[in-house]
């Protein structure tokens, strides 16, 4: 495989992810972005936790979907997570109804 057909299959595996992203945001309440990963989920909840000095946070998400081209399921029931860095939750707004297209 050259690096041309590798570059053009990893386009390929963001564009597809990119319209299931689109097809499912509707379904879940809140955007939670860390260093490492981009989650829609249902419930979000965020603790500070400090340890010696370091400061860090560890997140529970139910109900979420995970921003990754190479896992096999993106649905997952259940996400705990610990980072270091900064962590942004955005709660999604919902239209007051959908309008066909």
């Known amino acids: 495989m050259s690096a041309e057909d590798l570059e053009s299959y990893e386009n390929d595996l963001e564009l597809d992810l990119y ?4 097809d499912v945001i509707s379904l879940f ?11 829609l989920a249902n419930a979000v909840d965020v603790q500070v936790r400090t340890n010696g000095g370091e ?39 919902k239209p007051e109804m959908d309008i066909p297209s």
Not at 71 to 79: D, L, N, T, Y
């Open 55 to 93: 400061v860090f946070f560890e997140l529970t998400l139910e109900d979420a979907w995970v921003w990754d081209i190479y896992r096999a399921s993106r649905f997952v029931k259940s996400v705990h997570v610990v980072t270091f860095k900064d962590v942004n939750v955005e709660e999604l707004t």
């Open 29 to 39: 309440s809140y955007v939670v972005e860390t260093e490492r990963r981009f989650y």
């Open 19 to 22: 319209r299931e992203y689109r």
